[in-house]
């Protein structure tokens, strides 16, 4: 991946290189940034303390070894660790923003974030414990390890950063702490995860519609009038689900009937973090910021934007659970599907699917639970300069915790449909038929009572 401008960086895993261009790009910063601390002037983090001792003025030693000291006493955090992809999403972001040159960092400490993203090695990132107006403490942790300092994951388990002889010049150790890479890229890789987990949706949705005769009047393209995602929702699950000359009942169970409204509320939502997401790229971050030559002190790090529309995601993607879940219990229901009750071949000695149901209502419940919005609840710290948070690293946490549980939600919901539509022995539309048949290379036929856990974990894992 041949990178010449900061948006040319993406999650892919393919090995990074920095064109010349960039690096003389970098290189010209450098010298500016270089230049202008040696006027003297009061530099915040860089020849002066942080945070309430920022009024302390630092002496030339002190200076000398102040940037790798930044990462030492706040790497407060510890086990458990962010995953690998997650912890590899953070090194990824911190380098994008990097490469906008807002920051006047070196294009050697560039070139090491490079390094360590092609070594495949990711540094051990706390989960939990953020607690500053930024992301100080887990950045701390992600970025030590150039120094030497902390622990990288290795087979899974965190072992000690090893050794370097890596040297970090003026300003690169606040550099690196400063500003909100750590939730901007967690929720940039929870972007990709969730538009493959609202496609899911969409097929579960249709073949419930599908095997139960639903009315498809809730479905018709008219009724999204002056709402575009609306519109287009309602025209694919008519697509997907075809037609149906006689419905069961005039009127669907309501679960059934708004699963055009639902998804299109989580598309919405992606778009709008896509666009959060995009801004904080964009934006100014850093603080200070190198900016037209000189050094400014910014607000970039309170991420509000990002944890707002985190937590708008949380709740789109918690009510399309809610409502998943729902359209689970009908699907176990003769009245409202024909088929027998609970979805077993033999009602009585067999048990069905009914105890997936109940995993179902377990995991919205969990759901619920993460969608109270992270940025309430500011407390004062550091003697009070940092007096509110943004808590934008716990949102970010909160939505991939929340796109795990809709995945294994949805995958309760795909084990139904699966059941159902091979009980009813109605034909789908090809491209329905398509999706199940993804779902039967994956889980065996249901004709008699198992682990159903087994089943849902493949289908979390390998289909979702």
Not at 75 to 95: I, K, Y
Not at 422 to 427: F, N, S, T
């Amino acid at each position: 991946m041949l990178i010449d401008q900061p948006e040319d960086l993406t999650l892919d895993r393919a090995p990074i290189e920095l064109t010349r261009n960039l690096i003389d790009r970098l290189n010209t910063t450098r010298y500016a940034v270089l230049s202008a601390l040696r006027a003297g002037d009061p530099v915040y983090g860089v020849n002066t303390g942080m945070g309430a001792m920022s009024k302390v003025r630092l002496s030339e030693p002190e200076q000398a070894v102040h940037q790798r000291n930044l990462l030492l006493a706040r790497a407060v955090g510890g086990p458990p660790w962010l995953p690998v992809d997650e912890a590899r999403a953070v090194v990824v972001a911190r380098l994008r923003t990097f490469l906008t040159g807002d920051a006047g960092v070196s294009a050697e400490l560039c070139l090491q974030l490079v390094e360590l993203l092609n070594s495949g090695v990711v540094p051990a990132i706390p989960v939990e414990g953020a607690g500053s107006a930024g992301e100080i403490i887990p950045l701390a942790h992600a970025f030590g390890p150039l120094v030497g300092i902390g622990s990288v994951l290795g087979g899974g388990d965190a072992v000690a950063a090893p050794p370097t002889s890596f040297q970090l010049g003026p300003k690169e150790g606040i550099a690196l702490l400063a500003g909100i890479p750590g939730a901007t890229g967690r929720a940039w890789l929870q972007l990709s995860q969730a538009a493959k987990l609202l496609e899911q949706q969409r097929f579960a949705a249709a073949a419930g519609i599908a095997v139960i005769g639903a009315s498809r009047d809730p479905y018709n393209p008219l009724c999204g009038r002056g709402d575009d995602v609306l519109t287009a929702e309602l025209t694919r699950l008519l697509e997907l689900a075809g037609p149906e000359d006689e419905p069961r009942s005039l009127q669907a169970p309501v679960s059934f009937r708004v699963a055009g409204q639902v998804i299109a509320n989580v598309e919405r939502s992606v778009r709008r973090l896509a666009d959060a997401v995009e801004r904080a790229f964009a934006g100014v971050t850093d603080s200070p910021a190198f900016l037209d030559g000189e050094f400014v002190g910014t607000a970039g790090f309170h991420g509000i934007d990002l944890a707002a529309h985190c937590d708008q995601l949380v709740a789109a993607l918690t009510h399309a659970a809610e409502v998943s879940a729902a359209r689970v219990h009908r699907l176990l229901d003769p009245a409202v599907t024909g088929l027998p009750a609970q979805l077993a071949h033999e009602p009585g000695p067999q048990a069905g699917l009914v105890a997936v149901h109940k995993k179902a209502v377990a995991l919205v419940h969990a759901m619920r639970r993460l969608s109270l919005p992270s940025a309430i609840g500011s407390v004062e710290t550091s003697n009070g300069q940092e007096d509110v948070q943004s808590f934008s690293w716990e949102a970010a946490g909160g939505l991939a915790a929340a796109v795990r549980l809709a995945r294994e939600v949805l995958a309760c919901e795909v084990l139904a449909v699966f059941q159902a539509t091979a009980l009813a022995k109605r034909p789908v539309s090809l491209v329905l038929q398509a999706f199940l048949d993804s779902v039967a290379a994956v889980v065996p036929p249901i004709e008699a009572d198992r682990p159903f856990g087994v089943d849902l974990h493949r289908l979390s894992a390998k289909l979702l």
